[in-house]
Nanobody, 120 residues
Framework: QVQLVESGGGLVQAGGSLRLSCAAS????????MGWFRQAPGKEREFVGF????????VYADSVKGRFTISRDIAKTTVYLQMNSLKPEDTAIYYC?????????????WGQGTQVTVSS
């Protein structure tokens, strides 16, 4: 069973930056796309964005477009989420996800989540 392991969360002031990382437990891990969701206290889980593994194309939620950037290191089977100009409303648990197939609407694998807290 593949595991996705996130790191890089923490506490940051509004306007600051953080970079999250997510590594798959197997180097031979096959994925169509990897990305991120987040869940704020009392709210439903929200799509953040993803990156197509082979081509590197990215898609973002409107709420983070222009501030967040997703990238990947194929050799390390690792995906990153660079978060700039952070706002208090970005406070959430961030989850790394992977989709095995292009036709999959829901992720096949989830990480355990990492807390991001943005203070005002």
């Amino acid at each position: 069973q593949v595991q996705l392991v996130e790191s890089g969360g923490g506490l940051v002031q509004a306007g600051g930056s953080l970079r999250l990382s997510c590594a798959a437990s197997e180097r031979s891990f096959s994925t169509h796309r990897m990305g991120w969701f987040r869940q704020a206290p009392g709210k439903e889980r929200e799509f953040v964005g993803f990156i197509i593994w082979s081509g590197g194309w990215t898609v973002y939620a409107d709420s983070v477009k222009g501030r967040f950037t997703i990238s990947r290191d194929i050799a390390k089977t690792t995906v990153y989420l660079q978060m700039n100009s952070l706002k208090p409303e970005d406070t959430a648990i961030y989850y790394c996800v992977s989709y095995k197939s292009p036709i999959n609407i829901s992720p096949d694998y989830w990480g355990q989540g990492t807390q991001v807290t943005v203070s005002s």
